[in-house]
């Protein structure tokens, strides 16, 4: 099966059961419905976001996976931050209505065909999709939840793991100086 596909794609191993193939954002469907239709992944195990924001872009995997579980296949492809927008592939996999919807809800993608776009988990949510970079979760939380101000454990995400990171290296680095 994957040998199969490898006369049409370039097929990158990423571990026994997990291969990866990248392509153009304007060949999804086209790729969706060719491995569906010439091979044996046929579920839709899920559709990741990685937010590129220095580069502008989001990655997009779609996750699909054979009859028997036993391979897991990802289509990556990247598409613009701004104004971001794939074809729905709700008529191939029912399931991505909920992946699509949440994609839409946390990142700001808009997937044209896909008539459930409307507020999944965030009710009325007016800001700016948080999953996305350039979101300020704790200057959100502070502006909009009363109870957090002047707390003492109210502290910097981005500086508290890097303090945390620093902390474990320089423990691990002890440890494997006792050795």
């Known amino acids: ?32 419905n060719f491995i569906g239709s010439s091979s044996n992944f046929m579920t839709l195990s899920q559709i990741t976001c990685t937010d590129w924001i220095e580069d502008e872009i989001f990655t997009l995997n779609y996750i699909l996976t054979t009859e028997q579980r ?41 997937f044209i065909g896909n008539p459930t776009l409307y507020d999944f988990a965030l009710e009325n949510w007016k800001e700016i999709p948080p999953l996305r970079r350039e979101f300020d979760t704790l200057a959100y939380v502070n502006e909009k939840f009363e109870f957090r101000r002047g707390r003492e454990d109210n502290k910097d995400v981005k500086a508290e793991t890097k303090r945390r990171r620093a902390e474990a290296k320089k423990l691990k680095a002890k440890k494997e100086a006792k050795k």
């Open 70 to 110: 036993n391979k897991n296949l990802m289509i990556a492809l990247d598409i613009p931050r701004e104004k971001s927008k794939l074809p729905t592939i709700l008529h191939l996999f029912p399931q991505a209505e909920v992946m699509e919807r949440d994609l839409h809800e946390m990142y700001g993608i808009d």
């Open 1 to 32: 099966m994957i040998d199969s596909l490898a006369k049409h794609y370039e097929i990158e191993k990423k571990a026994e059961r997990l291969f990866k193939i990248r392509i153009d954002q304007n060949e999804l469907l086209r790729t969706i």
